[in-house]
């Protein structure tokens, strides 16, 4: 079963829960709080029964539809809900216009003999080989970057998030 109604709390729960199982950092509560709250975002849910398994955050712009944010529970792995979830987003994409669907990112890539290859001992290794699984076309942006205005609280910044990586 898929919903389509926003829930914060559902969302924020398994979002924790996928952190702590993959090791990645979440942004603050205030940061997604305000992502859900934006008209230009949908979230999507895939319930076994009473139990959400998987969701996503997407967000369209132009002709666009683009792919911010997933988690499942790993208890529920065998049903592949997150493979699902995305083809549900995918269809919908279209459904509503969208010319075309971004998996929002992946592992550093380079080509060898004409096909993609990516580092597999990096952080977004599993990512990568789930989003790269659906085909398509990869498409290299320019990174993002930092602009720094005030030295200082920069440099306490980048210590903080040193000592995050390695709790």
Not at 6 to 19: E, R
Not at 37 to 54: E, F, N
Not at 128 to 144: A, D, N, Q, S, V
Not at 145 to 150: C, H, V
Request: charged letters at 20%; proline letters at 2%; hydrophobic letters at 40%.
């Amino acid at each position: 079963l898929l919903m389509t109604k926003k829930n914060f709390s559902l969302f924020f729960a398994l979002m924790a829960k996928t952190g702590a199982r993959d090791r990645f950092a979440l942004h603050n509560r205030k940061h997604y709080e305000a992502v859900l709250a934006s008209d230009s975002t949908r979230q999507l849910t895939v319930w076994y029964g009473t139990t959400p398994v998987a969701l996503g955050i997407f967000i369209g712009f132009g002709a666009t539809c683009t792919y911010l944010y997933g988690a499942s529970d790993h208890a529920y792995r065998q049903l592949m809900a997150p493979y699902l979830l995305q083809w549900q987003a995918i269809k919908l994409a279209r459904q509503e216009g969208y010319h075309r669907y971004d998996f929002f990112g992946t592992a550093p890539l380079h080509q060898e003999s004409g096909s993609w290859v990516y580092d597999e001992q990096h952080q977004f290794a599993g990512v990568t080989r789930f989003k790269l699984g659906f085909g398509g076309e990869i498409k290299e942006r320019p990174g993002t970057f930092d602009l720094i205005i005030l030295d200082k609280k920069y440099r306490m910044y980048q210590q903080l998030r040193r000592l995050r990586r390695l709790i």
